[in-house]
């Protein structure tokens, strides 16, 4: 099972990024999925997320207010929508899935994973 990210690129600092996640809501079935960054020589960091029945969204200090994760009604297809985009924000962007009961707000939770999309802001 995989995940696949995309929407990336390069973008001024105070520009704006949608990335997508396709997920295979027919494989999985229910899930809570991150959205999880890794920058150049830092360890991954968890971004935002989305427990399945998307009432406790969650969002690291870093991010918060800049960016909005949200879900299709058709649950295959989850948005990291970012905004006012700054320099530390680049890195790769990956989104993970699981299916199990464990707490949604840890990345080693997480087995399902896509390739990452790279997002790159220039100052």
């Known amino acids: 099972v995989q995940l696949q990210a995309s929407g990336g690129g390069l973008v001024q600092a105070g520009g704006s990024l949608r990335l997508s996640c396709a997920v295979p809501?027919?494989?999985?079935?229910?899930?809570?999925l991150v959205w999880v960054r890794q920058a150049p020589g830092k360890e991954r960091e968890l971004v935002a997320a989305?427990?399945?029945?998307?009432?406790?969204?969650w969002y690291a200090d870093s991010v918060k207010g800049r960016c909005t994760i949200s879900r299709n009604s058709a649950k295959d297809t989850v948005w990291l929508q970012m905004n006012s985009l700054k320099p530390e924000d680049t890195g790769i962007y990956y989104c993970?899935?699981?299916?199990?009961?464990?707490?949604?707000?840890?990345?080693?939770?997480?087995?399902?994973w896509g390739r990452g999309t790279q997002v790159t802001v220039s100052s």
């Open positions: 993970a899935a699981k299916t199990d009961s464990a707490p949604p707000y840890r990345i080693t939770n997480y087995s399902y």
């Open positions: 809501i027919r494989t999985l079935g229910a899930y809570d």
């Open positions: 989305f427990p399945w029945r998307g009432d406790r969204k």
